[in-house]
């Protein structure tokens, strides 16, 4: 008798486990999950290219000492999302704020979700967007005249300027990706018709009478930082 209910207790523990790893997969729509070190997730490692189980751990470095300031565990796979659970960790822990802080990462956390946050904070943040990685490593390639990240910002009035010189009214935002909440604005103008730059900028006004420009406000402003 002690040997059955030894097997049923263990067959227990198996059904709540397989329990668990249904309900895990269900809720963050993944493959598979661990069953021994559910709490861990299958990665991308950067060296060798390959996958291991295993954490997203985050340090916060104090820059002059090169002090651990603070410190956050995850099984997140992507570092774009790791930044607000980990400040937040941190301001709990030390009762402090970010207000006149500067925070420096690199290109991995640069987002709109992340720009937002140390906007709303008072923080001064220096990451990299993907093209700003390039230009500072030597990279960068010749962007297009009229492409959208040679528009530029008047921050005041919210209105892009095109490389002609027409101002751009505010015209939306919109969700980029609806599972992380990236957005930007949306910034239109009429005034091409006339302009000399129409074909090189919207091509065949027949088909298109205007131009819009998708650009993030709070990530451009991080990027000035840069120049």
């Not at 209910?5 to 997969?25: H, P, R």
């Not at 400040?87 to 709109?112: A, P, R, W």
């Not at 000399?196 to 991080?222: F, T």
Request: include cysteine.
């Amino acid at each position: 008798r002690e040997k059955i209910k030894e097997i049923l207790k263990d067959a227990n523990k198996v059904k709540e486990q397989l329990n668990k790893a249904k309900a895990k997969i269900k809720k963050e729509k993944v493959d598979k999950v661990n069953l021994t070190d559910m709490d861990s997730r299958m990665m991308k490692m950067k060296k060798g290219f390959h996958y291991e189980q295993a954490y997203n751990c985050q340090l916060l470095v104090e820059d002059k000492g090169e002090i651990i300031v603070g410190n956050h565990i995850s099984d997140s796979p992507n570092d774009s999302h790791e930044t607000i659970p980990t400040i937040e960790k941190f301001k709990h822990e030390q009762e402090t704020t970010l207000k006149g802080v500067e925070v420096f990462q690199d290109n991995g956390y640069s987002g709109s979700i992340t720009a937002e946050y140390y906007e709303k904070e008072g923080a001064i943040a220096y990451i990299p967007d993907p093209i700003t990685t390039k230009e500072l490593h030597g990279k960068a390639k010749d962007i297009p005249k009229f492409h959208n990240d040679n528009f530029k910002l008047d921050f005041k009035k919210n209105q892009a300027i095109c490389p002609a010189g027409h101002r751009m009214d505010f015209a939306r935002r919109i969700i980029k990706k609806k599972h992380t909440g990236n957005w930007t604005n949306v910034y239109r103008t009429k005034k091409c018709k006339d302009c000399k730059s129409q074909k090189e900028c919207v091509g065949d006004l027949n088909k298109k009478s205007y131009r819009e420009a998708e650009i993030n406000p709070l990530m451009r402003k991080i990027r000035l930082r840069f120049k």
